[in-house]
């Protein structure tokens, strides 16, 4: 009762002032419940392709190197003449690196050229396997920013789910706490039309897990 009667006594536009931010407060929760509900963040996220290493079928010396870092090149370009062995690509792809060792020897067991085709880029994200993991299927939708594509967010699905851990715990330790694996998710987009987007960058994605 003392109580009601403190409440009566304060100021009514203090009340009126004082219910107002009670229903923006609840309006502020219930919009992010909302804005949350059914999504996934995978902050650790990297834009990456598979590589194709190319090496000659036989040591020798390297006579001419054709493709440099940054290439492009197509089904049949010449990409380095090792002995009497002309190598060519492939397939059409993106030349990410090139060992510039004109004159000296090269050999099998070590890559002169690697390739990545820009049709396979996706994205590769980590996460712990308590946040979410369970919530994700493949054929999700996402989205995802670049950090170097500041204020663009693109869109993709959810290609494949790790089956196993990243780094598997092959000892247990003493402590009562178990560690938390990390597992990794793959998603696709279409690099076709988001050419800006480049194999290594990073990258935050968004898991819709409603959306299967």
Avoid at 1 to 22: E, F, H, T, V
Avoid at 101 to 114: D, E, R, T, W
Avoid at 125 to 137: M, P, S, W
Wanted: charge should be positive; proline fraction near 4%.
């Amino acid at each position: 009762m003392k109580k009601l009667i403190s409440y009566l006594k304060i100021p009514k536009n203090i009340r009126r002032i004082a219910a107002i931010l009670a229903i923006l407060v609840i309006t502020a929760c219930y919009y992010f419940f909302q804005k949350t509900q059914g999504r996934i963040s995978v902050d650790n996220s990297l834009v990456s392709a598979p590589l194709i290493n190319i090496a000659p079928s036989a040591a020798g010396k390297l006579m001419e190197l054709d493709a440099t870092e940054g290439h492009n090149v197509k089904t049949g370009d010449v990409l380095a003449v090792v002995g009497t062995e002309t190598i060519r690509a492939q397939n059409d792809g993106l030349v990410v690196s090139a060992a510039n060792q004109v004159g000296g020897n090269v050999s099998p067991a070590s890559p002169l050229i690697q390739m990545i085709r820009t049709q396979d880029l996706r994205l590769t994200g980590t996460i712990d396997e308590n946040k979410g993991l369970n919530q994700i299927k493949v054929g999700q939708t996402i989205s995802f920013t670049v950090d170097a594509l500041p204020g663009k967010t693109f869109w993709g699905y959810v290609d494949e789910i790790a089956p196993m851990a990243k780094q598997a715990q092959l000892a247990f330790s003493i402590s009562s706490e178990r560690p938390t694996q990390q597992f990794q998710i793959f998603a696709r987009f279409d690099s076709n039309s988001s050419p800006q987007i480049k194999n290594g960058m990073s990258a935050k994605m968004t898991v819709f897990t409603n959306t299967q």
